[in-house]
């Protein structure tokens, strides 16, 4: 009897798991045919480097922080793609080069515009979705790529010309309605 109430239990379990990921591998179908979506990231993962390392080894990080892998999470974040515009804000944390000896002081990824040269491929064989474009701000250049999951998290690795690679790991939702104006 005990047997058969385990067996039980873990199939409604497995069906449970299979539709949900059935669910949400539906709704991430919807998001990248329409073109619009934003990702909010948890986690962001800078190269590691001495620099990084350092600030690690000081605590200066939020609880679960090391020096390639920090925690974003109550931190204000976002990239929203609608249609080929673009536009995001993410904490940058890494070793940024001086160029064209222009430096703003950003300690940001801030970026609106639109997309160039922008792919939007499925890998049926997987499931999940790749997006590749080129944005850029004043004099910094960034070439964006992003793996969408059917879990709906996200993969995303940003270069930039004055800036080391950095990744962000987040989740993929619809974009947040805009306030009415008063």
């Known amino acids: 009897m005990m047997k058969k109430t385990f067996l039980y239990v873990a199939a409604a379990f497995f069906i449970g798991f299979t ?19 934003r990702i909010e990231s948890n986690w962001a993962r800078p190269q590691a480097t001495t620099a990084t390392n350092a600030i690690a080894g000081s605590n200066l990080q939020a609880p679960g922080s090391s020096g390639n892998r920090i925690n974003l999470i109550g931190n204000f974040n976002y990239f ?3 249609g080929d515009s673009v536009m995001a804000y993410l904490p940058y944390y890494g070793e940024r080069q001086f160029g064209n000896g222009h430096y703003s002081g950003d300690t940001a990824i801030e970026f609106k515009g639109l997309a160039r040269d922008q792919t939007v491929e499925k890998n049926e064989k997987k499931g999940y979705y790749k997006i590749s474009f080129k944005t850029d701000r004043d004099t910094e250049t960034f070439q964006v790529n992003i793996k969408l999951f059917p879990s709906l998290k996200s993969m995303m690795t940003i270069n930039s010309n004055q800036r080391f690679v950095i990744n962000y790991e987040g989740k993929v939702m ?4 805009e306030e009415p104006s008063q």
């Open 174 to 177: 619809a974009p947040k309605e």
């Open 80 to 82: 929203e793609m609608k």
């Open 19 to 37: 539709l949900n990921a059935q669910k949400d591998s539906a709704a991430l179908d919807r998001l990248v045919e329409a073109g619009e979506l």
